[in-house]
């Protein structure tokens, strides 16, 4: 049991040392942007904001429309489609995060086109181009 504690207290220690680093520089982010601080009573709680804020729209990386072409594949994204404006199409992937992908004519388009509320998955490049979409 004695070996077990004295493997364990490290652990404990190194995340209670990377807490309390973090945890005053976030503060004084809130405090900066003029956003109003959140005290939460309850970890629950503060795990529950975790979580709202995390389900906010992610951006990918900001690229210039002409690097919105073919390229290698970054990552495949699934989820369903919430909104076509043009050759851009917002994808709510499933874990509830808003994604911005691009199509073009040079898109593999599997199953027909697409339309608001369809499923699909996409394999997009960094710049958030879709090489093909099904």
Known sequence: ???????????????????SLVLPSMTAANSKDGKKQNIHSSSAAAAAEVVVST???ISLPTADPSDRKPGSAWKTLGGTITD???DAYTVEDYEGNQVQLYVSRETKQLRGSKKVGDRVRAEITHSGFANSIQ
Do not use: H
Request: charged share 20%; glycine share 12%; no cysteine.
């Open 84 to 86: 076509i404006k043009g």
């Open 55 to 57: 389900r906010k729209a």
């Open 1 to 19: 049991m004695k070996i077990q504690l004295i493997k364990i207290l490290p652990v404990v220690l190194g995340g209670l040392a990377a807490l």
